[in-house]
């Protein structure tokens, strides 16, 4: 069951961030007269991220009873459920299945309004993650900092691996002479922004660690402690893979032709896998204690 609890954890946090990830690209990086355009083009991703965030929530709900009963009979249990709800994870988990519901009906709507609204319910779904977890150890006024701070590390992190599907559709609509020039444009700004996204992320994720694990020279030799610095080599990796996308490959895009454009999406392939891998380690360790 907690194999099943991590695996969980691991595509809703995926399916959240693409979700968000996709939807800056529509509401906020694409130029206006090509976001309508964008917005159909990545209309199946926006529809799947969207439904797996909701079936996933709620699968994870139905673990945590689970977990808390110890037996699969107990999902019947009216008792065990009010118990569930009445943990600081039911509680905030119910606004996580109600956001993502939001996002499902989101779908319903037409035009800009619906971009707007599916990022908005994407940002609430992970404002919720950041209340839960080891970002809710402490209370008062260090915890609400903390939890501000996680909720900054989310949103900043799935601008940046969120972001990469996209990227890769983009490329593939780069090479389409009508939406060229468009297309080009809206993955120069995700550059652009995407600067201050992955510096957001580096710091509010190093502050993270500095909260839960303490200083690296008082971390104790333990689980949690070796995922967490596997964790900062992916990332590590995937600064350089980004670094060497963008001032080393986009630089040669028109000197070298399409095959650098083919090695640009290699590496873009190749960072998103190793944020699929954080988000997996990011998951497992959230199961652990730090101490």
């Known amino acids: 069951m907690t194999t099943l609890w991590v695996l969980l954890r691991m595509l809703h946090f995926i399916a959240v961030m693409v979700l968000t990830g996709s939807a800056f690209y ?74 993502g519901l939001g996002g499902c009906f989101t779908l319903l709507l037409r035009g800009r309004v619906r971009q707007q609204a599916l990022l908005l319910f994407g940002i609430l779904q992970l404002l919720c993650l950041a209340l839960i977890g080891h970002a809710a150890m402490h209370d008062g006024v260090a915890g609400m900092l903390q939890q501000i701070n996680h909720a900054l590390h989310l ?32 993955m120069m700004r995700f550059s652009r922004y995407g600067h201050l996204a992955v510096a957001l992320a580096l710091i509010t994720g190093l502050i993270n660690s500095l909260v839960i694990a303490g ?30 996308n963008r001032y080393w490959l986009v630089p040669r895009f028109r000197l070298a032709g399409s095959g650098t454009q083919q090695k640009f999406i290699r590496m873009t392939q190749l960072e998103l896998l190793l944020a699929c891998g954080v988000v997996g380690l990011v998951s497992v360790f959230a199961t652990l204690s730090p101490a």
């Not at 940046?160 to 809206?186: N, Q, S």
């Not at 689980?223 to 967490?228: A, R």
Request: proline fraction near 2%; aromatic fraction near 12%; glycine fraction near 4%.
């Open 26 to 99: 529509t509401v906020l990086l694409a130029p206006a007269r090509y976001r309508h355009a964008l917005a159909g083009h990545l209309h199946r991703v926006l529809q799947c991220s969207v439904w797996l965030a909701l079936t996933s929530a709620l699968a994870m709900l139905a673990a945590q009873n689970v977990l808390m009963s110890g037996d699969w009979h107990n999902l019947s249990d009216v008792d065990i459920w009010l118990a569930v709800f009445d943990t600081r994870f039911g509680a905030v988990w119910q606004w996580e299945i109600l956001f």
């Open 155 to 186: 949103i900043a992190s799935s601008f940046w691996a969120g972001g990469l599907l996209p990227l890769l559709l983009l490329m593939r609509e780069a090479r389409r002479i009508d939406y060229r020039t468009d297309a080009i444009r809206t």
């Open 215 to 244: 200083w690296p020279l008082i971390w104790r030799d333990n689980i949690y402690v070796t995922l967490l610095l596997c964790k900062v080599a992916l990332v590590t990796i995937m600064v350089l893979v980004a670094l060497i």
